[in-house]
């Protein structure tokens, strides 16, 4: 029988600013010490392109604001970083697509560790999937696979990849076509040949697990952002039970959920959290650190004995910039 996974919502949450220096015990406020046994970086939605900006979305700041993520991230010794897709947006006449891509991975790879990307929509403004997929890297990892699984520090990670069309036969996102346009913003599917690997990857590990996927996950399938056949997936994760944790983008507003003991983290987008920047910051979203948000999470083990076999972890995300923070715990029965 698999770990059974429970949830104490011991929940705190506290303004968005610069990453914060509290220890997990401070912020959970339990007797028993917390040692973090991991640390990584997320971002999401950079959406960087040679488009002019807009009042929501910042587009020219998008290298500086990668440069400040990744000096955060190597600052914290970070075990190693992910992009949550939308990486690029769509181009105005005058730069390549793949040049393009390949400047904001330039400035991601200056992290001082493994990085990991997980595939948006705007991917394929204009760049086909082939080669979109041999331009990035994922640490240690051939090019190519649009979905995997990694392991770290007693971690286990899962990377989904949602970018497939609703209708039947659920076609896997390419290059816009406006001969053929199969997909829009809106789709997103998780096909079966993926879900079979999704059952077989979680069975074969006993390792709390944390999801990365770019589409949401926890809400009802018709809703906007939303994998449409999010329900199914949920399914799998909630049966493994070794799922603490869920990151998404793609809403660039940002959300938390709890649903049926998961944890279901929606990042802001980097870029623009879908309200005027004048609203949001008195640097109208062009400041490089200041409205930059990103998260270092942190996952950490309760060292003391548990009664009936149980172990603790916690979980804490550092938001910076407008980034919300969250902290709480989980435990989950021992192997």
Known sequence: MRNTLIVMLSLWLWSAGALAASSFDELLGGSEPCTPITRFGVITDVHHTNRPDRTRRKYSSALDKMQSFVEVMNAAEADFVIELGDFVDALDA??????????????????????????????????????????????????????????????????????????????????????????????????QEQLDWLVADLSNSNLPTVV???????????????????????????????????????DHRGEIAVRRGIHYFVLEGNVGLNLDWSVVSPTLGLDPAEDSPFALVEIGEQRSENFNGMKSYCLRLQGNAQQYSYADQVQILAP
Do not use: C, M
């Open 212 to 250: 990365f996927s770019h589409q949401v996950l926890h809400r009802d399938n018709d809703e906007e952002h939303t994998v449409k056949n999010a329900d199914a997936v949920r399914a799998v994760l909630e049966q493994d039970s070794q799922v603490i944790a869920v990151f998404s983008g793609h």
């Open 94 to 191: 005058g730069q390549d697509p793949v040049s393009n891509l390949i400047e904001i991975e330039a400035a991601f790879s200056r992290f001082e560790g493994p990085i990991y990307h997980v595939l948006g929509n705007h991917e394929f403004d204009g760049i086909d999937r082939e080669t979109f997929l041999h331009t990035i890297t994922n640490t240690g990892l051939p090019p190519g696979f649009s979905y995997y699984s990694f392991d770290r520090r007693g971690i286990h990670y899962v990377v989904l990849d949602a970018d497939y069309s609703v209708a039947e036969p659920h076609r896997p996102f390419d290059r816009q076509d406006p001969a053929d346009p199969f997909w829009n913003w809106k789709d997103a599917w998780i096909p």
